[in-house]
């Protein structure tokens, strides 16, 4: 049999533990190129832009 605890952990204790389980604020810069917003080290969802050079097509051509 596994060992069974001796004595109840306190209200204190059981919430400390999960304190820093919180969520935390999302980080959100500007781009570079076209001055919208998006997540940093992602290329921008606008522009198609990421670290000064176009990564993703823009114009599509039809």
């Known amino acids: 049999m596994p060992p069974l605890p001796k ?3 306190s209200k204190k204790r059981k919430a ?3 304190a820093h389980h919180f ?3 999302m980080a959100i810069s500007t781009c570079p190129q076209c ?3 998006r997540l940093p ?8 832009y990421y670290n000064g050079r176009e990564v ?3 114009d599509s051509v039809v």
């Open 7 to 9: 004595k109840k952990h």
């Open 23 to 25: 969520l935390k604020r």
């Open 41 to 48: 080290h992602r290329v921008c969802p606008n522009c198609g």
């Open 56 to 58: 993703v097509p823009t």
């Open 35 to 37: 001055r919208s917003v």
């Open 16 to 18: 400390g533990r999960s």
